[in-house]
């Protein structure tokens, strides 16, 4: 899946997902559902599209690794609460904006995060929102450079995924069962036995795939 230099010229054929796939129970399905869904960004005229190759599950009040672990309410985390099909970006470490997808019923604060992608469109001006020479596999592999390619801030927290700033399409790209695996999450050792927890979904062998191999 070696990234083309299509110039933001709009995908054909995608399908927009609907509230109806965001606002499910079992977040676990929709995080293993969103591999090979495409990602698209259109800011200030700027079209860019990914393929997600790799996301995580965060299971809400229940997982030591979740930011509503034990129904926790901030001002950063309450989108969480809201209706699913919304955006929850936040900044890793004073520097990496993080996108997570918003699940479930209100009140149950269910999100996925998106860690890696593998560019489909808009791939110049993902090389300029990055400051990268050449799209090597580095430019949206980890949700940080994820964000950074797409154009996604903090600032797009609790925006809507069903209008057409943001938004994940499919083009019923084929992908076996075989072909995703369940694994840990990555940085969340602070979480205790849910860290161990399989809560993160690879498109296996996909040289975008974050983490160790």
Do not use: W
């Not at 796939?21 to 990914?50: E, S």
């Not at 801030?153 to 695996?181: C, M, W």
């Amino acid at each position: 899946m070696q990234p083309d230099m299509n110039n933001g010229v709009a995908l054909p054929h995608l399908q927009k997902l609907g509230y109806e796939f965001y606002n499910r129970t079992n977040v676990l399905t929709i995080a293993k559902a969103l591999i090979g869904k495409i990602i698209v960004t259109h800011f200030d005229g700027q079209y860019t599209a990914g393929r997600i190759v790799e996301t995580e599950a965060y299971n809400g009040i229940i997982d030591k690794a979740s930011h509503a672990y034990g129904g926790r309410r901030t001002n950063r985390t309450e989108v969480m609460y809201q209706q699913a099909g919304l955006a929850y970006v936040y900044l890793c470490y004073g520097i990496h904006h993080l996108f997570n997808i918003v699940t479930n019923e209100q009140d149950t604060p269910h999100a996925v995060l998106v860690r890696a992608v593998a560019p489909l469109a808009g791939i110049p001006v993902m090389l300029e929102r990055t400051g990268k020479k050449k799209a090597d596999y580095t430019l949206t592999r980890g949700p940080g450079n994820v964000s950074k390619a797409l154009g996604i801030v903090t600032g797009h927290t609790g925006q809507s995924l069903l209008g057409d700033v943001i938004y994940i399409a499919t083009d019923n790209f084929p992908i076996k069962p075989r072909e995703i695996v369940a694994t840990p999450r990555i940085g969340v050792d602070y979480a205790g036995a849910d860290a161990l927890l399989p809560y993160r979904f690879i498109l296996k062998g996909n040289p975008y795939v974050s983490g160790k191999k």
